[in-house]
């Protein structure tokens, strides 16, 4: 199924209810009421746009999987879910924020796990291992192995994940979104150079934000 419209069909849900329920305070009053729920549905539709995007066409690329600013940059020795040393790049969505998720480096999707989890403020550490999570395990052309986390916030309470086990992707593609603010963690093999500093913006599709060996 194709996920570039630009709004995307999670949003329906959403933005239809708001619009008619708009309609009917127009016709039945009070107008202040329309008019509050006239924004609100622009607001809600605006959070589900879904803009195109230029991919650098650097092969080793590694390019920002979401919308947002980046909270944390970190090596690790081994994690939970990485056997081995890593890179992990954390970006923060607000609420104001393009949500649509974007595949940071191409290969092919190994794995999906979910964990249900809590909600505690996505830009907090321990939002990594307690929050929902859904981790999704690429093994890239060349045989690296990265991850990228979508983490639920304390607002975002639904993850959504269009990729299957065993599909081959290509950087930049679409692969989900979270609804209203949450993080993305990238875990990249330790020889990869970062490309960016704790508090850059960066632009799912469109940013580099490190570079494979």
């Known amino acids: 199924m ?12 959403f933005i239809l209810p708001l619009g008619i329920l708009t309609g009917i305070f127009f016709i039945t009053g009070p107008v ?19 803009p195109q995007r230029i991919t650098p066409d650097d092969e080793k690329a590694v390019i920002s999987p979401a919308d947002g600013k980046i909270i944390k940059i970190e090596e690790i020795p081994d ?8 890179k ?9 924020n393009v949500h649509v998720n974007r595949i940071p480096y191409s290969g092919t999707v190994d794995a999906i796990r979910y964990d249900k989890g809590k909600f505690f403020s996505a830009n907090l550490d321990k939002a990594s291992k307690l929050n929902e999570r859904n981790m999704v395990f690429i093994t890239s052309d060349d045989g ?8 639920a916030g ?16 290509e950087k930049g593609d679409r692969f989900g979104l979270i609804r ?11 020889d990869s150079t970062i490309a960016v500093r704790i508090g850059d913006k960066v632009r799912a599709g469109e940013t580099t934000i490190g570079w494979m060996k």
């Open 144 to 151: 690296r192995q990265f991850l990228t986390v979508q983490i």
């Open 180 to 190: 209203f603010g949450s993080r993305l963690d990238v875990y990249l093999p330790a």
């Open 154 to 169: 304390l607002i975002a309470r639904r993850i959504v994940c269009w990729l299957e086990e065993g599909t081959h992707v």
């Open 32 to 50: 202040w009421v329309a008019v509050l729920f006239l924004l609100f549905t622009f607001f809600v539709t605006w959070f589900f746009r879904n």
């Open 79 to 86: 994690s939970d879910i990485l056997k081995g040393p890593s």
């Open 88 to 96: 992990v790049i954390s970006v923060f969505m607000n609420v104001f």
């Open 2 to 13: 194709s996920h570039d419209r630009y709004i995307v069909r999670q949003g329906l849900p």
